[in-house]
């Protein structure tokens, strides 16, 4: 049942749950410094949004239970109890318990355990680099990860499609951090993606036009630093803030030269890490150009790997911007991707409107479109290479 406010876009629903459920959703949301109401929402817009699990929950013994909710979450949430067939006491208690079951507590998260590094490549240009680090970010937030974006590239698209501002010239920045001259803590240059879905667990280090001129300004470093390893610069850099994170995503810029080669340092395997849980993942599209882009992206893998003695993963290929209709140069493209089997492709995402809606009106995808053809293949990749 549900009850508007005159006053408020928020209505109030009354349902029930299982007491122990209810407890449990109380001292995590305490936990995560939420407001139950805000778990909810995310409980049950997340339930509707994914596929229905395997089981039920026990609600013996359910008793009154009550919140909050944005007008007309809960309407459509009971569309989906009815397309599958449950009750709405049996809808709020599998949500819930997805929710708990995503969230974990802090004290569960195992200490000095090893972030999860998703980078995000291809030299080429215009295969859709930043909308793929973007949705990834966000569909792992929605799962509950806390999870630090980095926009590495200099151009600043993504800094700019999530409504922020890149830093300035001569400021503090990742550039002046990765060559050794660092004024502040890099926390300080964090901005947090808004959105219900996300629960304040995306963090975007923003994009730093000082990164034009960053190879160069690495080159002359390690020329004048003895023991400067141009390689290890990313990873030294934020170094200091992976203990806030679970997973850090990074849109790489079109390029090959050290910049690149500290991306693919900072993803490869560090000792005691299981395989394929970092690594690079690579957007392409269904034509010649960007087959010849991945094999000197890969030759450049390679050639890193053997010089420092480290493996880099390849957690898979997503294969960009596809439309059937350009013929049969995208149609045998494909098909090429896809018996390619090593790395796999991820998915493949279809050219649709919602992605260029959300980049215009500076939105998150997940939040503009969260039931978009594209924001379930972002889903799929992230699940993908979960690790």
């Avoid at 979450?73 to 318990?97: H, M, N, P, W």
């Avoid at 690149?260 to 392409?284: N, Q």
Wanted: hydrophobic share 40%; proline share 6%.
């Amino acid at each position: 049942m549900a009850s508007p406010n005159p006053q408020s876009d928020r209505e109030k629903v009354a349902s029930k749950l299982p007491p122990a459920l209810k407890q449990e959703l109380k001292i995590r949301a305490a936990e995560l410094q939420l407001d139950i109401q805000d778990a909810v929402t995310a409980a049950l817009t997340n339930w509707r949004d994914r596929p229905a699990g395997t089981g039920g929950v026990d609600t013996t013994g359910a008793d009154s239970f009550s919140t909050w909710l944005p007008n007309g979450v809960y309407d459509a949430f009971k569309e989906t109890c009815t397309d599958r067939d449950v009750s709405y006491i049996q809808g709020l208690a599998q949500a819930v318990r997805r929710w708990l079951d995503e969230n974990p507590s802090p004290s569960d998260r195992p200490e000095g355990g090893i972030v999860q590094r998703k980078i995000v490549c291809n030299q080429k240009g215009g295969v859709g680099k930043t909308a793929i680090s973007a949705g990834v970010a966000q569909a792992y937030a929605e799962a509950g990860k806390r999870v630090l974006l980095v926009d590495y590239d200099p151009q600043g698209h993504l800094t700019d499609q999530l409504g922020f501002a890149p830093i300035p010239p001569g400021h503090d920045s990742l550039v002046s951090h990765m060559c050794g001259e660092g004024r502040g803590d890099l926390r300080e240059l964090l901005v947090t993606v808004d959105g219900e879905r996300f629960g304040k667990r995306i963090d975007l280090l923003p994009a730093c036009f000082d990164g034009f001129l960053l190879d160069v300004r690495v080159g002359v470093k390690a020329v004048q630093t003895r023991g400067f390893h141009k390689e290890r610069v990313l990873e030294e850099a934020l170094a200091s803030l992976e203990t806030d994170y679970d997973v850090v995503v990074v849109d790489c810029p079109p390029s090959l030269g050290l910049a690149m080669d500290a991306a693919l340092y900072y993803s490869h395997r560090r000792t005691g890490e299981p395989a394929g849980v970092s690594g690079v993942i690579i957007p392409v599209l269904a034509e010649d150009s960007s087959a010849t882009a991945y094999g000197m992206l890969a030759a450049q893998i390679e050639d890193l790997c053997v010089d420092l003695r480290v493996e880099v993963d390849y957690l898979g290929l997503v294969v960009n911007l596809y439309d059937s209709r350009r013929g049969v140069v995208a149609t045998s493209s494909l098909k090429d991707w896809e018996t390619m089997g090593d790395p796999p492709v991820l998915a493949v995402i279809n050219d649709l409107k919602e992605q260029r809606e959300a980049v215009r009106l500076k939105q998150p995808l997940l939040a503009y479109a969260p039931t978009s053809e594209q924001a379930k293949a972002m889903r799929n990749i992230a699940e993908a290479v979960a690790g």
